[in-house]
């Protein structure tokens, strides 16, 4: 590629400014944070928030490690929530995506609008709630958490889109001669070829319930099975959630402002973490769905 | 930023080169496709779509139904279904509460204003990354743009915390290191306005510039190399080429999100705003009035009204659109 260094010298300069400064901005709150949790709550309490840490201290993560008991609990419950959640969905998913790629299924577009319609229209939050909690009695247990965040029509769509696009017909077909059936075809060719379209709508699927505080707000009161954010959310929100986190401090010594603190990095820190390894399949994923859904 | 070639063919803007990803199937001869497909085969696809179909009625198109509780006096003995009807007497008390208005309005501008201030900074970022040098730059800065699309709103309102609180929060802590009188952005609720959309911006704007870059990098890179030669320089370029030839991209992807005006992101308001007294007339969108009314007071009528009302109106929207869609480019249209 040609790339004349001469002309475009004013417009680089504009570009590393802008977008430098967006990509500042775009990281400062997480800055702030971190350097916060590992501040002294007192310095927090006398002096307020700073952009640099004030009285360096681990207090807020000792009292959370030493007193693990519903953090380790909201954990598990999301980790299990998002594992077997994101295994269902990506499996049924695909078999349906492959269902609707198939030529020889005659119905196979109103099928996809059979998904599609309910992109386009919905009963909304009122009869969805009372259908939930009233008639499935499903309130107050993990399956509502599994279930709500489950399916996505636009990643079904990708997802044969995809199978359409990358996977040769002519493979299939000699699969087919092979006498393999459609279950054979769709375990044993469909869904290794797949990998790459799976790992980008597994991982955007995982992100949706790791972050999930909707359904437990709304549908699940029993405090034992609150996952991470939603867990998360109350300690920002209430006062006295603080000190039933951790049982043995008495509130007068809490330090309420740093535990905040410290719980948002333990929430939000394994994404964080993981952001670098994942993120290019998350690219992959919105090319992918750009790509007409 | 290297997009994977298995995602290339952008099938808007210009063609894409041939010969990139998988060539085409050889297409079986037909003869052979139709005696390998009796129709009796067929019952293991069904079986295949089912779970994904049984989720959908009972999630998605139950509700569908459902939405009748707003002609009905709902009571929790008798469910949706068994509730006594009484014709348009929610949608009465929802109109004269003056609730609908207010809400229809607030729902409506502020998502004029995020899909305004999205596009343009996604756009303008996009634009900005694909004619960068410096390819580490390009890719860190990338990286810590998306960044935000991670995290849950639930984060964010932590943010909004450490940063706004009035005792100590960091804007407080400096202005009154600096001697200055501290803010209560709670009790200025027109300050929101433009703190909303800054937020959604911070969000949104990675997975979007993403979006636009794709679209980018769909261009034929010919163009460029001819453009240069004739001695364009790179604002020549990216007024004459880059943007011509995203247009079509830009254009779908702005009336998909007027598609959604009538759909509040509720999560956004929910935290950063929750059931703050004074700012509710200023940030009371459809979502946070069904929301409110449902769970809070549990106002059925209330409630069932806002939602039809959002759902039907949701609906003629995205039917219009995507005519308009249609008419631009028909290999858009969503349906």
């Known amino acids: 590629m040609i790339r004349p260094a001469r002309d475009d010298t004013t417009f680089n ?7 430098g400064s967006l990509a500042l901005f775009a990281l400062l709150p997480f800055v702030i944070l971190a350097t916060n949790s590992f501040s002294s709550e007192h310095a927090i309490v006398t002096r307020g928030y700073s952009l640099l840490p004030r009285e360096f201290s681990l207090g807020a993560y000792r009292l959370i490690f030493e007193n693990p008991g519903k953090i380790a609990r909201s954990y598990a419950v999301t980790i299990f929530v998002t594992g077997a959640g994101t295994a269902i969905s990506l499996l049924c998913s695909s078999m349906a995506a492959y269902v ?9 577009n109103r099928f996809a609008f059979f998904l599609y319609f309910t992109q386009l229209f919905s009963g909304g939050l009122v009869p969805y709630y009372l259908l939930i909690t009233r008639d499935l009695k499903l309130g107050n247990s993990v399956l509502v958490m599994l279930l709500v965040p489950m399916f996505n029509v636009m990643n079904v769509l990708i997802l044969r889109n995809f199978i359409q696009n990358s996977i040769p017909e002519a493979l299939l077909d000699a699969a087919r001669i092979d006498g393999l059936g459609h279950a054979g075809i769709f ?3 469909v869904l290794p070829l797949s990998k790459p379209a799976l790992a980008s709508i597994g991982l955007f699927t995982a992100l949706a319930y ?5 359904t437990p707000m709304m549908f699940v009161q029993d405090e034992r099975l609150y996952p991470l954010q939603y867990t998360l959310y109350r300690l920002i929100s209430s006062v006295n959630f603080s000190a039933q986190m951790v049982n043995n401090v008495p509130t007068m010594h809490l330090p309420k402002e740093t535990l905040k603190l410290a719980m948002t990095v333990v929430a939000t820190g394994p994404i964080v973490l993981l952001y670098p390894f994942v993120q290019r399949y998350f690219v992959k994923g919105i090319t992918l769905g750009a790509v007409k859904g | 930023m290297r997009v994977p070639k298995s995602a290339l063919p952008v099938p808007r803007g210009p063609v894409p080169p041939q010969g990139l990803g998988r060539a085409p199937a050889p297409t079986a001869p037909r003869r052979l496709r139709l005696r390998l497909t009796p129709a009796a085969r067929n019952w293991v696809l069904y079986l295949m779509f089912a779970p994904l179909a049984a989720y959908m009625v009972v999630f998605a198109y139950v509700p569908m139904a459902g939405l009748v509780v707003a002609f009905k006096e709902y009571n ?17 008390f929802f109109y004269e509460s003056g609730k609908l208005l207010q809400v229809t309005l607030n729902t409506v501008l502020y998502n004029v204003v995020f899909l305004g201030a999205y596009t343009g900074f996604s756009l303008l970022t996009a634009v900005l990354i ?15 743009l998306f960044l935000p699309y991670f995290i849950s709103w639930v984060t964010v309102s932590a943010f909004v915390y450490n940063i706004f609180n009035f005792e100590y929060g960091l804007l407080n802590s400096t202005l009154r290191a600096a001697g200055l009188e501290a803010l209560d952005i709670y009790g200025h609720p027109a300050l929101w306005y433009l703190l909303l959309p800054v937020f959604f911006v911070w969000k949104w704007v990675g997975f979007g510039s993403v979006l636009y870059l794709a679209a980018i990098t769909g261009i034929d890179q010919e163009c460029y190399e001819a453009a240069m030669l004739d001695g364009a320089n790179v ?20 009336l998909l999100g007027v598609g959604r005006i009538m759909r509040g992101e509720f999560d956004m308001f929910y935290q950063l705003i929750g059931n703050n007294g004074t700012l509710i007339d200023n940030t009371d969108i459809i979502d946070t009035l069904v929301f409110r009314s449902l769970v809070g007071s549990q106002d059925f009528g209330m409630s069932s009204a806002a939602g039809l009302y959002q759902s039907v109106l949701c609906f003629v929207i995205i039917v219009i659109v995507n005519q308009a869609v249609r008419r631009y480019d028909r290999s858009h249209a969503l349906f």
């Open chain 1, 13 to 19: 300069t504009i570009a590393y400014v802008v977008v």
């Open chain 2, 235 to 254: 604002f020549q370029r990216v007024r004459y080429i880059t943007l011509p030839l995203i247009r079509p991209t830009i254009v779908v992807l702005v």
């Open chain 2, 76 to 92: 929790y003995q008798e469910g949706i279904f068994g509730s006594p009807w009484i014709g348009l007497e929610n949608f009465r």
């Open chain 1, 100 to 108: 609707l790629s198939r030529k020889e299924l005659v119905s196979r």
């Open chain 1, 210 to 214: 790791w972050n999930d505080w909707w």
């Open chain 1, 187 to 189: 375990f044993r060719i």
């Open chain 2, 130 to 144: 694909s004619e960068m040098r410096g390819r580490r730059f390009k890719k860190l800065a990338q990286s810590m």
